[in-house]
């Protein structure tokens, strides 16, 4: 075990089981990058406040730059015997520049290096989950273009309802992205606080200037509250909470696909390189991706319960059990970007069943409320129009008829108000163009909505 940043008031050395069980090496060593870049600033400050010399300062610079380079390089070996990611940087800073180093920890803590650490972490990794959930959007939104002409039959309960253009139930998938993108975009101004000069959770007898490492690594405002700089995880909880609801809107949109094609539904075929096979039954195209995206959805939530159970009962300032915020934050992180990776991929290997489609919207049930809309401009109250086209249809499904093939004394039956020209929107493109309403599936309404996509996520 590598020397420990506590050991002297220490008699005896501490047990190898005591050392593995309290380690985080193996996991915080993804935020090397910011740690250093954390350090440099604070020793900078340091040195400008005169607590160290400018020479001591220069060389720990000098130190850390060159570490900094190594981890980005990939050439840095993580010592597996260290406590953490910030003993680790220290020791190694120890062997590099000799005596100076021991200056660096001067007016700091763990305490609020590992929270400086979690928030220079989170605010780059929101950028990219952000970047990523654009991507997404895109790859559906040039799918939904493309097949901008395809009227689908849509479902409530899992029942037949009514038709909705193709492209009108993938923008639903870019709204819903959209918010997610926006929660995440949101909790970084939250993040965007800087929490270093906290130190152990009552801040410093020394003369620190936070403005300056605040400004230095780009942060917008100070931590106003050294307890809660180092006590609070609401943060990490916040983002856990933005990807559960984000990838509960993955989990649907894979749940829609993996319905879609299948042999009942056949709306779609996801391309070979997207599926995999069976070790017994040959004639099988299983789609596997989708169905690891439903599954890994479920760890995200219990990323987020996690958290949130770690922190519930946890007395006001730091504690070590924070420590285990980490794994749970990094797991939900890393899943979320593969599905979304992955997703957009995916999108641009459906091809869409348009034949088997056009038959299942010849289904005259589809069209029942536009039945009833035809009644009601025609001066029938909602309540009978209701009424009268429910006769009707239970009258052709009990006699296996089709509406479209009933004549004019038939209708009237129902009726004074049916005539023959109900026939003319028995069909799945007039139901579409029949919605008016704004936000509804009308086809010129969904072009303008797919222009403005395009404009806005370009
Ligand atoms: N590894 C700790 C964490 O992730 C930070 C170190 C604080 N340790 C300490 N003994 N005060 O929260």
């Known amino acids: ?34 740690d250093i870049l954390g350090s440099i600033a604070h020793v900078k400050m340091l040195a400008r406040q005169k607590i160290i010399t400018r ?16 981890v980005i390089n990939g050439k840095f070996k993580f010592d597996p015997a260290a406590e953490d990611i910030h003993s680790n940087i220290q020791e190694l800073l120890n062997k590099r520049i000799g005596a100076p180093a021991h200056k660096l920890h001067t007016a700091r803590s763990r305490n609020d290096q590992i929270a400086l650490d979690i928030r220079m972490y989170l605010k780059n990794e929101i950028d990219n989950l952000a970047e990523f959930t654009a991507q997404l959007q895109k790859a559906i939104l040039k799918f939904a273009v493309s097949n901008s002409k395809i009227v689908i039959p849509g479902y409530t309960h899992m029942q037949i309802a009514q038709c909705v253009l193709l492209a009108h139930h993938l923008l639903a998938y870019v709204e819903a992205l959209e918010r997610d993108k926006q929660r995440l975009c949101d909790a970084k101004k939250r993040i965007d606080s800087m929490p270093l000069g906290s130190c152990a959770f009552s801040g410093t007898g020394l003369s620190i200037d936070r403005e300056f490492v605040k400004n230095e690594l780009k942060f ?30 993955l989990s649907r949109i894979a749940e829609d696909l993996i319905l879609w094609s299948t042999k009942e539904f056949n709306f779609i075929d996801i391309d070979f390189s997207f599926c995999t096979g069976s070790s017994i039954m040959p004639h099988k195209k299983n789609p596997d991706i989708l169905e690891l995206i439903r599954g890994s959805v479920g760890k995200v939530q219990g990323d987020l319960s996690s958290v949130i159970m770690l922190m519930k009962g946890l007395p006001t300032s730091y504690n070590r059990d924070m420590q285990l915020d980490k794994p749970p934050l990094f797991d939900a992180i890393d899943a979320v970007k593969d599905i979304l990776e992955i997703f957009m991929a995916l999108f641009a290997n459906i091809v869409i069943e348009k034949e088997a ?39 052709c499904l009990d006699k296996d008829k089709e ?22 929107i028995l069909n799945a493109w007039a139901s579409v163009n029949l919605k008016k309403s704004f936000g509804s599936t009308n086809p010129k309404l969904v072009k303008h909505q797919l222009a403005a996509w395009n404009r806005k996520l370009r």
């Open 1 to 34: 075990m590598a020397k420990k940043l506590w050991g002297t008031r220490f008699n005896k050395k501490t047990h190898a089981l005591t050392d593995k069980f309290t380690s985080s090496i193996a996991f915080d060593q993804r935020l090397a990058k910011y």
């Open 55 to 70: 020479k001591d300062g220069q060389q720990i610079v000098r130190g850390l730059s060159s570490i900094l380079k190594d």
């Open 220 to 249: 917008s405002s100070l931590t106003a509250n050294s307890i809660d700089s180092v006590s609070d995880r609401d943060y990490i909880i916040e983002v856990l909470a933005d990807l559960a609801i984000l990838s509960v809107h």
């Open 357 to 395: 489609i056009a038959a299942k919207v010849k289904d005259e049930s589809l069209f029942s409320v536009d039945i009833v809309e035809y009644l009601i401009k025609k001066g029938v109250s909602y309540r009978q129009a209701h009424d009268i086209v429910g006769r009707m249809v239970r009258d």
């Open 403 to 424: 509406i479209s093939s009933l004549n004019e004394k038939e209708l009237k039956r129902y009726s004074t108000k049916l005539k023959k020209d109900i026939r003319g």
